[in-house]
């Protein structure tokens, strides 16, 4: 079975570009999750999706960072103007049941490291 | 609120070595999950372990063993006779109400040959 995959693996560009991410969960996984992981720390989520609606957006900084994930599958997620504390892993997630819960796992794909000049 | 702490951030051993990788969580829930990540260079967090608030059983699998303890809201790891492979860093997560993953900060392995 394939993993979480991700585009691109590294990025650099410099602060007020735009940049966007990919990512394809594991076939059959409902629910998305889109993670920032800063150098030393633990990821932090930033948004979750059931299907293609989004369920936890609340550490969105929703003012330069969107995320979409049409047909329930896909996911883009997008930073319009970068910042330079956005330089960051960027992980995504997948796990597969209908309703997240306490109990499932969620699996995890290589990340995309973004850095900001 | 849910809080994960990893009180090590980073420990070096021999190869052959066991070492022991601390973990204390906070929660008011009476159902909770515990997870053990571990990311590797490369970058990708791989699932090691989940475990539920009512299953204290340690657990073995190959080096590696968990001990589960709800007294001390503790949930460490073992990494027994201790491989360059698996120098990486060791991540423990809390899934408690409201459904979010909240990870501690993580602890650096560095295994020497």
């Known amino acids: 079975e394939a993993g979480v995959a991700q585009s691109p693996r590294y ?6 570009q735009s940049v966007a991410f990919w990512c394809n969960p594991i076939s059959g996984h409902a629910t998305l999750y889109w993670y920032q992981q800063i150098l030393g720390q633990g990821p932090k989520l930033l948004i979750q999706f059931q299907n293609n609606g989004v369920v ?9 960072f969107s995320a979409e994930r049409l047909k329930g599958v896909d996911s883009t997620l997008k930073i319009q103007p970068a910042k330079l504390e956005d330089s960051a892993v960027y992980l995504c997630a997948s796990s597969s049941v209908r309703m997240a819960t306490r109990a499932d796992t969620q699996y995890f794909g290589p990340g995309t490291r973004l850095t900001v000049l | 609120a849910q809080k994960v702490t990893q009180a090590q951030t980073e420990i070096s051993v021999v190869e052959k070595e066991d070492v022991t990788l601390d973990c204390v969580y906070e929660t008011r829930d009476t159902t909770y999950y515990l997870f053990w990540y571990k990311q590797p260079p490369s970058g990708e967090l791989v699932f090691l372990i989940r475990r539920n608030s009512f299953d204290e059983q340690n657990e073995i699998s190959g080096r590696y063993s968990w001990n589960f303890q709800k007294s001390t809201s503790s949930f460490n790891f073992t990494i027994t006779a201790s491989q360059v492979v698996d120098s990486a860093v060791y991540f423990c997560a809390l899934k408690a109400a409201g459904n979010k993953l909240t990870f501690g900060g993580g ?4 295994v020497k040959p």
């Open chain 1, 11 to 16: 990025k650099i560009i410099e602060k007020r």
């Open chain 1, 56 to 64: 936890d957006d609340s550490q969105l900084p929703k003012d330069r």
């Open chain 2, 107 to 110: 602890t650096r392995v560095l």
